[in-house]
Every structure is written in C-alpha cells, then in structure tokens.
DNA sequence: GATGAATGAGGATTCATTCAT
DNA sequence: TATGAATGAATCCTCATTCAT
C-alpha cells in the first residue's frame, strides 16, 4: 500500500540535511543484512525480522524504510542491477565489440563473473524470488542483455533473421546462467577451469555463425 | 463417479482388500494434485490445505496419506524420479551409446526432455524445495546422470582424464538444465527450435573432443 | 451426552441370539484395550484410534459399540466400579464388622487393595479423567464407600455426630487413597511395608475416637 | 529459543529500558491467566488461545515471551516452585524443629497450607501436567519436602533406620497430599476441620515413634 | 457388523506488519 | 526515529466422529 519512500540515492545532494544521513546509512546496513539473509535461506524463507536483527534493529526500525518485506527485495535487486547494469555497460563498450571472438568473450564474461562472485546475492535474488517487482527487474536486466547481446551477434552474423538472434542469445544467456551456477559453487582452479569451459563451450557455438569479422567502426 | 475397475491389474490380486483401492486412488489423486501446486506456487509457498482443496478432499484426508508435507514432495519426488531412472536407463542404452555423436544425441536427450515435458512438476520440484529427502533425491538423480554421460563421453574419449571428464559432463548438465527452462517456457515451434539449438551446442562443444568413433561392443 | 447404548450385560439371558455374542466379546476387548491405553497415557492423551488400533479393530467398530469417547471411560469405570462394589460388599461383610478395630482394618483392606493392583487402570481412571460421566461414576463409589465406612464408624462411635463422622470418613478415605499410590507405585517388600503403614495410620487414628467395642449381632 | 528475559525484577535498575518493564507485565499477566486456565482445565486441556485471551492478549503476544505452551507451565511451575521452596526453608525453620510435635505440627503445616489456598494452581500442576520440565521440578521439590520432613523425624526418632524414615516420610506427603485435596476442595469452617484432623491424623501417627525430646542446639 | 477412508473444527505456532512509547 | 511489544490471519497438523462400501 505505501510507496512514499521511493527516492533514488542518487538524488541525494550534498545539500542533504545530515539527518537523513543516519537514514541512508539505515538503508544500506538494512540492505546488506538483507542480502546475507537472502542468501543464505532464500527470500521465501528469509523473515523480515531475522533481516532486521542481523542488521541489528528492531523489525519496526525496517518498516520505517521499506513499506513491506518485497520493497526490500525490490531496493536490493534494484541496487544490484542498476550496478549490473553499469558492469555491462563496461563489458559491451564498442572497443570490446570489435575484437575477435575468443578475447570477446574474455571481455565480455570477466568482468560479469567477477561482479556476480563478489554479489552472490544478486544471482540468489534474481533466481527464484517468486516476487513480481524482482521478477520484474530480472527480466529487465534479461532483456537488457538479451538486447546487448543480440547486438553484439549482429555484427558477427549480419545475415541472420531477428528470431534466430533471439534464439540464439537466449542460448547464450541460459549457457551462462548453468556455468555460473557452477562457478559459483566452486573455488580457486575448479572454478577457473569452469570459466574457461563455458568460454569453450560458447566459442564452439557461436563460431560456426560468424559470417563477418567485425571491425573497428 | 466411481471407477472401480483401474487398479493395477499385476499387482492386485484376489487378496487385496478391495477397500485400500480407493485409499491408492486418493494417494495418485492428491500427488497429481500436489505436482500441480508445486508447480505453480513451488514448494515452499504450496499448502496442504491447497493441495487438498485441489485434489477435492479435505486437509484431514491428505494426512491419512502423508504425515506431512515434507512427505507429499519426497513421495511425488520419488516417484518422478524413479520413472526418470527408467527413462535414462532406455535412452542410454548400449545400443544407443555406440551410435555416431548426432544420433546419440538424439537418442539420449529425445525421451529425457518428452519425459519433463510431460512432468513439469518434476523440474519444479527437483529445483529449489529445499526438502532434504528431495534434494537427496535430486542429488542421486545428478550423480546417476553424471556417471551416466562420464561413462559415454569415456567412449569418446579415451584418453581424457577423470577430472576434464568431470567437468565437461558438469558443463553438460548445466547446458541441458538451463535449455530446459527455456523448452518448457516454450510451445510449438520454438520449443522444436529450443530442442534443435540445444543438441547443436552440445554437439558442437563436443566434436572437438571426440578422439575415437565408437563401435558395438 | 448420548446415552442410548446402556445395556447392562447382566441383562442378557441365555436366550440372547449369539449374533450378539461377538458384539459381547468386542465389547470386552475394546475395554480392555481402553484400560491398557488409559493406564498408559491418561484419559485425555488416549485417542479413540489408538484404542481401536490396540484392540485390533478399526476406529469404525468402535462406534458401533460406543457412541463416543467418553463413554468407553464410563463403560470401563462402571464394570470396574462395580466389580469394585462387589469387593466392597464382601469386604464390609457383617461379620468382619464386629471385629477388633486390627483386624477389621486387614478384612477391609486387603482385598479392596488386592483389587487395584490388579486393576490399575481403574484407579488411573477415577483419578483424574475430568469426564464428567467418569467423575459422577467416582462420586458415586466414593460416596459408596462412604456410607460403608460411616457405617462402620457408627458402631465403633456411636456418640459421633454425623458431621464428625463424614468429616473422619474422607480422611481415612483421602488416606487410604494416598497411600495406595504409594502402593501401586512399589512392589514386593517395600509394598507390603506401606500397607502395614497405612494400617497403623489408620489404626492410630481411630483408636482413640472408638467408644465402644462392636459386638456380633 | 527465547533469551532475552532472563533478568530478575531485583535486577532492574534505572538503566534497565523501561520498555521492558510492559513486557515484564505481560509475562505476569500471562502466568496469570495460565494458571487460571491450568487449574480450571488441566494442562492438557488448555488451549494456548484460552490462555492468550484469559489474558486479554492476541496469540502471537503469547508467544513473544514464550516459544510453547510446555515453557509457560514450566515457568509458572517454576515460579510457584521457587516461592513454595522459600516457604518450606521458613517453615522447617531450626526454631520451629525444636518444638513440641504439636506447635511443630502447626509451625510446619500452617503456611504451607495457607500457600497451596493462595495458589491452588500450583497443585492442579503439580499434579498431572505430563510436562518433564514440571514432573522434574515436582519430583524435586517432593524429593526436598522429604528431606526435610526425614530430617525432623530423625529428631524425633533418633534409632529408627533409614529405611523406616523414608517410609514414615513418604506416608507423611501422601496423607498431607490427601488432605490438601479435601482442604482445597472445601471453605471456612469444614476446611478448617480437615485441617485440624489432618493434623490429628499425623500427630497420632508420629507420637508413638518419637523416642526424644528435641530441645534448642 | 466391519472396515478404513473422509470430515472439519480446533489447536499450536509463525510472521508480516502496526502501534504505543 | 528507534524500539520492542502487539496483532491476527494463515499454516501445519490432530483427532473425535461419520460415511460409503
């Protein structure tokens, strides 16, 4: 029912009465324990009021900056994405796009598996929550990349039609989401040799599609 | 209303109280019932009280059957996972195994993905119950399937070590996994087209591996 | 509340059909699986399923022979409230009455604490059912007994009161009872001691009210 | 489970945050009516809903101060328990114990009798909660009465075994036991007649075993 | 009569959310 | 603002009792 505290941190000025400094600091001590909680049990079996005493609050501190136990949800995913989304604007950058397929790859995965080893929470959040407003913002951030990658398959195949791009990213996407999971699972040379596979395994399928070698625009 | 005569004819002889028939009937009834809720709402957020109102009983019915719900999804768990081991056992079949690379994929992934088409409570439950007797379960099923494509992938390969074994039949799984969400997020065509992507990345990720053609023993 | 069924056996006659016969066996072994179940866990933790279950029938025959719960306890109380009755009555026979206080306690006692160690489950019963139809059976051998024991009273005091008399008749009642508990709850020599003990209470205690030394009539 | 209040009301000092101080209240309130209900009922038989609204309170109010019904027994039982101890040191008082059986007698029985009236809860839950925690605190506060109770008696019989100490000792409780039943059952004058032949009753048992004169140490 | 499945109200317990201080 | 007590609907589960066969 209540939507009043939406505000974007970005919003924030240094003109800010230092008020709501103690407010915002709040939030991300409220957001963090969130994300170890989620983490930990998943956002079904997290209860706002283990969130709040792992922030070390009492459960009506929480109420007084999220309207509900999904606004949570929502605040932390949206915070994650909005950083995903910055991640990936880096990874896509037009000087990556243009190299040739392996370090592509390289450029492209490092960097999202790296945030997603230091985030574990967002991939747990965005997996199974069952919460419209995040389900929400993961399709977003699906289609997001979706678009991003169909643009980068573009280059490499020009000919090909929209649905076979679309089909082919969704591929990629889904290759990448099972390889994280594994990743994610392991550590130090297992996890490396994981990283590598999936560069493997996505190099040997979309190498029989490129038709152009793109160069620098 | 009634349907007297549906009972296993093998296993039901003249001995068998007719009067438990009825009992066998409900336990299938209440477990179709369960598959359904579990499908749509997961587990966690399934009820017992929805699965009896779904199976049109009443919630002391259900516990006449189940002690309870944990019971439910271990049983309906169980059972999918028995006729999945079945299914595995056909689509690995010698007979199969020594067929060139495209056929064999055909032949191992065909009935597996038409076995969770047909049994989407399978996946849903399998994924994220969080039931220990399940996951248990699902961990059984993922060893058995590993040890299942380590074994063919060794026909292949000869010379590959345990552990490359290991991780490529990891990989493998994950890509299967993960095309799965999107077959059975898909109908028709696009499912077909799904299907087709799949086996064309394994294949593709595999050829380069394959350092033998297999022959019947 | 429903009494309907209230046969008393002693009712029937030979000519009773022996259809009736097996109700009259069913009828025992229901009560004797409810003794053993309400001796156990106490009337109220006995569940209806259980006796059935105990007694080897379903909980369905049960209810064709009681109409509820309760009065399975009342049917149980009463056999044994009367079985008891019948002890009482050979117990407080005459000629044992106009006995020396000493012995008259040994003719009174022993077979009166004779009958609870085979019958456990009656004392367990009259204890603490909170049945109202269980209590009114208690009542109603506590007043029993009562008479007697004023009875008795009377001829050894015949100066008391009947204030007074009532008054020492629920202490050595409230005696007898505590002490048998002590009695139930031991065996062999240590039981014999607590009834010697209760003996000499109860002889300490009345000698000094006894005014007259009862003759035979 | 629970943790938190664990302080005793000496405890609180001016630092203690008076927030606490209404949870303080509501604990009470709620012992309150549980042994409203307790007695009234029984342990078993009292809903945990019957106590919460005997408490003016919602359900969930309940189980903020206790994880399950068991633990409000045990609490309350404890409680009780702890203030009948205080009694029974007062009571067994050294300069009561050198007294004549008697003035011993009524040292001894007076208070304690006077708090089973004040708090008849104590006996309904003493008796048959078939809770361990409160079957265990009963057993050692009877295993402590009888301590107690041994040691007069030796004062008073200093060649007897100790066999027969525990035997007269146990014969002692169960007849006080007894007696209580029918003080608590009954008001003003007759109560004070069975108080005063329950005290006849002991004293007439005990005379006859006392060997000395217990005089001041 | 016997059986065992069916019923459903009731009880213990949880937890998202609100309120008084 | 912060706190922690308060709320009550919802959940899992039990059991006395009834019903269909």
Redesign the pocket.
């Known amino acids: 029912?209540r939507q009043e505290r939406q505000e974007k941190p970005a919003a924030r000025t240094s003109a800010t009465p230092r008020?709501?400094a103690?407010?915002e600091r709040?939030i991300a001590q409220l957001l963090e324990a969130a994300a170890g909680v989620f983490c930990k049990n998943g956002y079904a079996a997290a209860?706002?009021?283990s969130i709040a005493k792992e922030a070390g609050?009492?459960?009506?501190?929480l109420?007084?900056f999220f309207p509900?136990?999904e606004a949570i949800a929502v605040e932390l995913g949206g915070q994650l994405l909005q950083r995903a989304n910055e991640m990936h604007g880096q990874a896509f950058l037009p000087e990556n796009l243009c190299k040739p397929l392996p370090e592509l790859l390289d450029a492209v995965l490092d960097p999202v598996i790296a945030f997603n080893c230091e985030n574990p929470a967002f991939w747990a959040l965005m997996h199974g929550s069952g919460v419209p407003g995040i389900t929400q913002g993961h399709e977003a951030l699906h289609d997001g990349l979706l678009t991003r990658v169909q643009g980068v398959l573009r280059t490499f195949c020009p000919d090909a039609t929209n649905a076979e791009l679309n089909l082919t990213s969704n591929m990629i996407l889904g290759i990448f989401k099972s390889s994280l999971d594994l990743i994610l699972a392991t550590e130090g040379a297992e996890r490396a040799a994981y990283v590598a596979e999936l560069k493997s395994v996505l190099l040997r399928y979309l190498e029989p599609m490129v038709t152009t070698t793109p160069t620098a625009p």
């Not at 609050?57 to 501190?61: D, I």
């Open positions: 029912m008020r709501q103690r407010g709040r209860s706002t009021n609050v009492s459960p009506g501190t109420y007084q509900n136990k």
